[in-house]
Structures are given as C-alpha cells and as structure tokens.
C-alpha cells in the first residue's frame, strides 16, 4: 500500500466537504433571488393595489430593491464574519496545541485517521507525513473540519447576497413596469410564479429534495405574500 492512495483515502471526507460547501454557496445564491422575487414582487404588488401613479410605482419598487439587496449583503457580511471569526480563533487555538504538545497533536491525529477505518500502523505513518508537510492543515481538516485555504469570505458572501437578490427582485419590477397598467398585477403574478418554480427547483435540486414538494411550498409562499400585500394596497388606496 502506498502513500499516495492512502492520502487520497484520508482525505476523501475533507473532499467531500469542501463540494458540499459549493454546492451549499449555490444554493444560498439561489435562495438570495427567491427572497428578491418575493420581497420586491410583494411590495410592487401591493403599490399597484393602491392604485398609485407609475412614478410612485417605480420609486417604490427600485426602493424595495436597493434596501432589500443592501440588508441582505449587511446581513451576509456580518453573519459570515462572524463565522470566519470563529473560524479563524479556532485555528489559532491548534496552532497554539500544536506547538505545546506536538506528540500529543500527532497521537490526536493517528486517532482520527485510523477512525476513518484505516490500520493503526498505517494510520500513525500516514499522520506523520501529513504532520511533516503541514500539521495545522492536517489537524484543521480532519480535527476541525475547515479548510484553511478556503475560509469563508464576509466580503464575498455579502457581495454575492447583493447580485442574487438584485436579479430576482428585478423579475417582478419589470414585469410590473414594462407590461400595461391593467394586466400587469396578473403579468407579474405569472412572471413570479415561474421564477419562484425555478429557482424552488434548484435549490430542491441541489438539495437533493423532493422538487414538486419544494416547488409548491415557495409557490405558495410567493402567492400568499402578494395576496396579503396586494389586499393591504387595495384597503389603503381607498382611504387615499
């Protein structure tokens, strides 16, 4: 049995948990449009029921859409710095163990990769090597699950919330805008619900979970937020 097989065997895990990160951004991306659609569709909708002009219209629905794409990017960037922070305190904790006790991080480390169902002898050769190249890096995938070439980025993450809820919000507004004054509550209504079947397709994909299920349920959602909005809009234009 070889190193090189059996490095690939160690951190096989490690792979398979740096993919199912990706996978987990994408569907963050995702799911920050489905908040765009639904946010802005809900308060375009409910303008529209008050019967305002199309100047009003447009204001409150390019308002709607910067102040929901900059509190969802506020709260991405302080979500993930806080998980970075996390991150990073718990790296530096290891680090410290690492240089306190070197023999008894190796022995931590044939632990847990002869708990992966690799033999002892093999296992403690392995931890060594792996020690010899880069302890930190070993012990963080394996100890810690993190990947210290690829910690979560606060600015990345608030960015991306922005781009994702900027381009499903924008399905609604100009569905409302660039259609006729009076179909254009119905036009939106369909151009919502086809992207919202979209985007619950997926993330249920991505997911690995029943599409129809998730589909129907943030159909649904997507429905009733611009129902209730669009019957606040009506009751309120009418005591204009």
Given at each position: ?240
């Amino acid at each position: 049995m070889g190193g090189s097989p059996t490095d690939e065997e160690v951190f096989e895990e490690s792979q398979s948990e740096r993919i199912s990160s990706r996978l987990n951004r994408l569907r963050a991306g995702v799911m920050g449009a489905n908040d765009g659609i639904v946010s802005t569709a809900g308060m375009v909708v409910g303008v529209a029921g008050a019967a305002v002009s199309n100047s009003a219209l447009l204001a409150a629905g390019v308002a709607a859409l910067v102040a929901g794409a900059l509190s969802m990017a506020v709260g991405e960037y302080v979500s993930v710095s806080s998980q970075r922070d996390s991150q990073l305190a718990e790296l530096a904790n290891e680090r410290s163990q690492l240089q306190a006790d070197p023999a008894g991080e190796l022995e931590q480390l044939t632990g847990l990769i002869q708990a992966t169902g690799i033999d002892a002898d093999l296992a403690g050769s392995v931890a060594a090597q792996l020690t010899e190249k880069d302890a930190l890096t070993a012990h963080a995938r394996l100890e810690l699950g993190i990947d210290p070439d690829e910690l979560v980025s606060p600015w990345h993450a608030g960015l991306s919330s922005m781009i994702t809820f900027v381009f499903g919000g924008l399905v609604p507004l100009l569905a409302m805008l660039l259609t006729p004054r009076s179909v254009a509550v119905p036009v939106t209504v369909l151009a919502v619900v086809i992207a919202l079947a979209a985007t619950g397709s997926v993330s249920a994909h991505l997911g690995g979970a029943d599409k129809l299920r998730a589909v129907a349920r943030i159909v649904g959602g997507g429905l009733a937020a611009m129902a209730i909005t669009y019957g606040i809009g009506l009751m309120v234009g009418t005591q204009l």
